[in-house]
């Protein structure tokens, strides 16, 4: 069964910076694609960026400010959020799929469990 622990989430000041991780476990990460997707109070779930082997891919709402990558070696993907803005504050979850998906899920992933990044001064 496909496992998913995502961590690095907490409070941060506006114009800082996180780096969110996403262990797999149970299963190698190379055969998947990881999308981040996050979750604002009141909101849908919503796929901001992915990885696809080398490929990336980031919506226009974090594009120049988020980077995801991968390190096979620690089957881990990361997050690396800079310049975080108020409206960034939501759970945000780690997906595994084949395909990626900005925008709204597309009911095949498997996910962790979330972690809570809160952006305020």
């Known amino acids: 069964q496909l496992q998913l622990v995502e961590s690095g989430g907490g409070l941060v000041q506006p114009g800082g910076s996180l780096r969110l991780s996403c262990a797999a476990f149970?299963?190698?990460?190379?055969?998947?694609?990881i999308t981040w997707f996050r979750q604002a109070p009141g909101k849908e779930r919503d796929g901001v960026t992915c990885?696809?082997?080398?490929?990336?891919y980031y919506a226009d709402s974090v594009k120049g400010r988020f980077t995801i990558s991968r390190d096979n070696a620690k089957n881990t993907v990361y997050l690396q959020m800079n310049s975080l803005k108020p409206e960034d504050t939501a759970v945000y979850y780690c997906a595994a799929d084949h395909g990626c998906h900005l925008g709204p899920p597309a009911g095949s992933e498997s996910w962790g469990q979330g972690t809570q990044v809160t952006v305020s001064s």
């Open positions: 149970g299963f190698s990460l190379d055969y998947y694609t």
């Open positions: 990885i696809e082997f080398t490929n990336t």
